[in-house]
RNA sequence: GUGGCCAUGGUGAAGCGGUUAACACAUAUGACUGUGACUCAUACAUUCGAGGGUUCGAUCCCCUCUGGCCACCCCA
């Protein structure tokens, strides 16, 4: 029996990388222009910095995390979300002293305990944005027209921006209080899952998919008609700036965050696409966590989308690239002669293969066929006696005869 | 953590108690001794996820295990 990989734990094969990288390539040129910089920050962390930044008290961190001790005895934890540790490293290097505004990127794995599903796995990957130091509807605004922006570089129009506001510790205990009066009325109609989410979250009984709960919390308080003065005015700006730009979104008073630090604007790309999966993306303003992990007061807004995901919605548009030229030979002299005329193409940036593996010249026809490959050229006797060669174009089967040097080589490929 | 469905070659799959384990794609070689695609020929699972049981006989029935998928919870 051969060894395979950890359940939940997958391979980018080469036939997906391309897709990968295209989904890598696209991120980092829209976040340029938005003036992201990227920060690469480690896969692990004290699983104190998790604890404290999710939340005790989340799914996420009560049963979802691949903690372990290391050989010192410290609890490590391999990082479920992103934002913790580039906030953990924004702290520690002081990049706020910096520069009052820092506007970061990463991308790479994260690691969660859960059951796999389609679009769900124990490593999956996020590719997300952090703003720190401006609490300003501007800065909302602006992240959320790149995370648009971003979507539709990619090709995407199918996840749709939706937005909600969760208020601030002003006004969400307040608000609180009033859903879950409202929820007590209603006790005998929900489920049991809401009935435990009553004291633990109630925010999260909105969020029900259960059909008696869907009727139950029809008319229930929605947060953002019980937002403070400030947040009601901070989340009108938003949509303000939002509607200035033609970003289209729609509202969405139910939706909840499964993060503890998110306060005022939230936000999740959601598409219907993916079977249970429905976001694609998701993320919101956390003002206080900075501060609560030590930092300065520093707000903070950011998101992260899963690679997957996005890639799954992608499907199988192809990004296969074939090779320029295949040369098939015959004989010692004619491999020797294509191996260097070969290399001077390959230093011109021209994507050239040969046979490896001595077979018929009928064999190489049809590996340059299988790989595509846009011309090619058959290399014996005869073509290192003479100096000349013919180079057939696979597509319509033309030849044309050449002097067999790189330089013209070259020209002829290139333009054609 | 809970539930449902499923495991046959490199791939997609038929077969559901006795077959030489179909068929298709892919791959290799040849017909075409120096030219791909189309066509034709040949090759390609002593074996049906692993282990046990029932049976004269099990890919097919039963049990256990392992793996996968999907869903719940939750989330990107």
Not at 3 to 32: C, H, M, Y
Not at 157 to 180: F, K, M, T
Not at 251 to 266: A, S
Request: charged share 25%; proline share 4%.
């Amino acid at each position: 029996m051969s060894i395979n990989g950890v359940k939940g734990f997958n391979e980018i094969l080469p036939a997906d990388s391309a897709l990968w990288q295209f989904i890598e390539d696209t991120a980092r040129r829209v976040f340029a222009r938005y003036g992201f910089s990227e920060i690469r920050v480690p896969i692990v962390e004290k699983t104190e910095l998790f604890c404290r930044s999710i939340g005790d008290t989340t799914d996420i961190v009560e049963k979802e995390m691949y903690t372990f001790s290391d050989k010192g005895g410290t609890s490590l934890t391999l990082r479920p979300e992103g934002t913790a540790g580039v906030m953990r490293a924004l702290i520690e290097h002081k990049l706020y002293a910096r520069d009052s505004i820092n506007k970061l990127y990463y991308m790479g794995p994260m690691f969660r305990h859960e059951r796999p599903q389609k679009g769900r796995y124990r490593q999956f990957h996020q590719i997300g944005a952090e703003a720190v130091g401006s609490a300003e509807p501007v800065m909302d605004a602006q992240v959320l027209l790149m995370v648009s922006r971003l979507f539709r570089e990619l090709g995407l129009d199918e996840p749709r921006l939706q937005i909600n506001s969760l208020g601030c510790p002003d006004c969400r205990p307040a608000y609180r209080e009033v859903l879950v009066a409202f929820l007590n009325e209603r006790e005998a109609a929900l489920c049991d899952d809401c009935r435990r989410r009553k004291s633990t979250n109630p925010l999260r009984a909105l969020d029900c998919k259960v059909p008696g709960c869907v009727e139950a919390t029809e008319g229930a308080p929605a947060m953002v008609e019980h937002l403070c003065s400030a947040c009601d005015e901070h989340f009108g700006a938003v949509q303000g700036y939002l509607t200035a730009a033609d970003v289209p979104f729609s509202l969405n008073p139910r939706m909840v965050r499964g993060l503890d630090y998110y306060t005022r604007t939230t936000f999740e790309l959601v598409t219907g696409l993916l079977g249970a999966q429905s976001a694609v993306a998701a993320g919101g303003r956390y003002d206080g966590l900075v501060a609560q992990l030590g930092g300065p007061s520093a707000p903070g807004i950011g998101f992260a989308l899963g690679v997957e995901r996005v890639a799954l919605l992608l499907g199988d548009r192809s990004f296969a690239r074939t090779p320029d030229l295949f040369i098939a030979v015959m004989g010692e002299a004619a491999r020797s002669r294509a191996f260097s005329l070969m290399a001077a193409l390959q230093d011109q940036g021209l994507w050239v293969e040969t046979d490896c593996e001595g077979k018929s010249l009928k064999g190489q026809m049809r590996r340059a066929d299988k790989l595509g490959s846009r011309y090619s050229m058959v290399l014996g006797e005869n073509e290192v006696v003479s100096g000349a060669a013919t180079l057939k174009r696979m597509i319509d089967g033309q030849e044309q005869s050449l002097r067999l040097d790189s330089e013209t080589l070259e020209n002829l490929i290139r333009q054609g």
